[in-house]
């Protein structure tokens, strides 16, 4: 998987784990202490959430971190 790969994974997931929650962009940015603006860039794929923000998020969705993050049973080449 290539980094454009992982962060569009993430942002599949942050959204359909929002949509399930019923959590708006603005809730999700209260409850987890980001930016509104971030989550957007990570909606749109287009910024990587560091640990803090993906513990922080996991954390107001009451998601596990295996829920959001792709994960891969094989060894990516580098």
Same mark, same amino acid.
């Given at each position: @998987?290539?980094?454009?790969? =992982?962060?569009?994974? /993430?942002?599949?997931?942050? *959204?359909? #784990? @929002?949509? *399930?929650?019923? #959590?708006?962009?603005?809730?999700? !940015?209260?409850?987890?202490? &980001?930016? $509104?603006?971030? &989550?957007? $860039?990570?909606?749109?794929? $287009?910024? @990587?959430?560091? @640990?803090? !923000? %993906?513990?922080? %998020?996991? =954390? !107001?969705? *009451?998601?596990? /971190?295996? *829920? &959001? &993050?792709?994960?891969?049973?094989?060894?990516?080449? %580098?």
């Amino acid at each position: @998987m290539t980094e454009q790969n =992982y962060l569009e994974a /993430f942002a599949y997931n942050l *959204d359909y #784990i @929002m949509q *399930d929650e019923g #959590i708006s962009q603005s809730e999700l !940015a209260k409850r987890s202490n &980001i930016g $509104k603006s971030t &989550i957007s $860039k990570y909606l749109n794929a $287009k910024q @990587m959430p560091t @640990m803090k !923000a %993906i513990s922080n %998020i996991c =954390y !107001a969705l *009451d998601c596990e /971190f295996e *829920d &959001i &993050i792709p994960l891969t049973s094989s060894l990516v080449e %580098i």
